[in-house]
């Protein structure tokens, strides 16, 4: 199975089909399994749904063969980032993190990773992430490219290298990409982690998230972190976003092409300022993007004048969402400066949904003209 769609539908593995036996298996609902008598242990059966499901590992076998490594889910991408941050950091394995990244991960390492004696140093994502290596010595390194929202790139194949140069395991958030836009284990980073709720997913009905590893050794660690700490995805999340990904290479077309429309309307646009998205060629980090990342997504970002024009630009559309996730079949619309991130009062980050390109780019400038 090698292309795209094919790995997304099929994936997870069956095995050989039984006759009578359900095509779409439905989610495994318990907390204990049936143990047997003494004599009748098996090694590795299940026994307790903390530790482990049938519908996790259907899931994980499918996510983990995307990434290209094993892979170990979270009920939400943040508790995925904090099984990374807590279990390759210590008081002499500092992080350094993207300064303009998910503003949650650098409060999860500024106030609870710090205070421990922790050393938390940041670089921005598009940044000198060598120099910053060589200062911070870090023990992990945790990147996040495209950078959300600002849309920035980094190489991760360079900043892998001088990070194992100093003995550092190396994370990407590739949240925004999905596995199908970018595969970083095959860039050379340790680790892969992702919120699922997002696009991987898509319906926008679920919290979910995992780490994938180059080593099996790394995602047995992070395994046995999750049974420990209880951090455990519900069956029913996993199962529906398994059943998400099925859609995920098709969709994932449409939101590129939605958002590759709407960001050459958008430049034309008098009111609106700094479009980005990596996938239009005079993109600041088109080049770079370009080499490693497999295809584009439908997340981009715009600037208005202020607050007041997104105000009136989300009631003038009917067709944008004012939602703050991304990656879902409806186009939604997210002011960052209302979470912290430090940008302009005006910008934008726009997540183009399925909704036909033609009506949602209409929508749009229409929503814009009132202005």
């Known amino acids: 199975m090698n292309g795209d769609g094919t790995r997304c539908v099929r994936g997870g593995g069956h095995g050989a089909p039984e006759v009578g036996a359900p095509v779409h298996r439905g989610p495994v609902l318990t907390s204990t399994f049936h143990l047997g008598r003494p004599e009748q242990a098996e090694p590795?059966?299940?026994?307790?749904?903390?530790?482990?499901n049938p519908t996790w590992r259907e899931f994980e076998?499918?996510?983990?063969?995307?990434?290209?490594?094993?892979?170990?889910v979270f009920p939400s991408g943040m508790a995925a980032i904090a099984a990374v941050l807590r279990g390759f950091t210590g008081p002499d394995r500092g992080v350094l993190l993207p300064s303009d990244g998910y503003y949650v991960a650098r409060a999860l390492a500024d106030?609870?990773?710090?205070?421990?004696?922790?050393?938390?140093?940041?670089?921005a994502t598009a940044?000198?992430?060598?120099?910053?290596?060589?200062?911070?010595?870090?023990?992990?390194?945790?990147?996040e490219t495209p950078s959300n929202p600002g849309l920035e790139v980094c190489d991760v194949a360079a900043i892998a290298a001088a990070a194992h140069r100093i003995g550092a395991v190396v994370a990407v958030d590739n949240t925004t990409c999905t596995p199908l836009g970018q595969q970083p284990i095959a860039l050379g980073a340790d680790l892969v982690v992702a919120s699922d709720t997002k696009a991987l997913s898509g319906h926008g009905d679920l919290l979910l998230g995992h780490v994938s590893a180059a080593d099996p050794v790394h995602a047995e660690r992070i395994r046995a972190a999750r049974t420990r700490g209880g951090a455990i995805p519900g069956p029913m999340e996993?199962?529906?976003?398994?059943?998400g990904l099925g859609t995920l290479d098709l969709r994932l077309a449409r939101q590129a092409e939605n958002a590759r429309a709407l960001a050459v309307a958008l430049r034309e646009h008098p009111t609106v300022r700094d479009v980005r998205w990596p996938g239009?060629?005079?993109?600041?980090?088109?080049?770079?993007?370009?080499?490693?990342m497999r295809r584009w997504n439908g997340v981009?970002?715009?600037t208005l004048p202020d607050v007041h024009a997104v105000s009136d630009f989300l009631a003038r559309s009917t067709l944008v969402d004012s939602t703050t996730s991304f990656g879902g079949l409806r186009t939604a619309a997210d002011r960052r400066a209302r979470w912290g991130d430090a940008v302009p009062d005006g910008l934008v980050r726009l997540s183009c949904g399925v909704e036909d390109t033609d009506d949602l780019v209409a929508d749009v400038l229409g929503a814009l003209e009132a202005q």
């Open 44 to 52: 590795g059966a299940d026994f307790y749904a903390r530790a482990d």
């Open 61 to 72: 076998a499918a996510v983990g063969a995307l990434d290209g490594g094993p892979c170990v």
């Open 111 to 123: 106030e609870e990773l710090a205070p421990l004696g922790v050393g938390v140093a940041y670089c």
């Open 127 to 143: 940044g000198d992430w060598i120099a910053a290596i060589e200062e911070s010595r870090p023990g992990l390194v945790l990147l």
């Open 238 to 243: 996993t199962w529906l976003a398994l059943r």
């Open 280 to 292: 239009l060629a005079d993109d600041p980090a088109h080049l770079l993007a370009r080499t490693q």
């Open 300 to 302: 981009l970002r715009f």
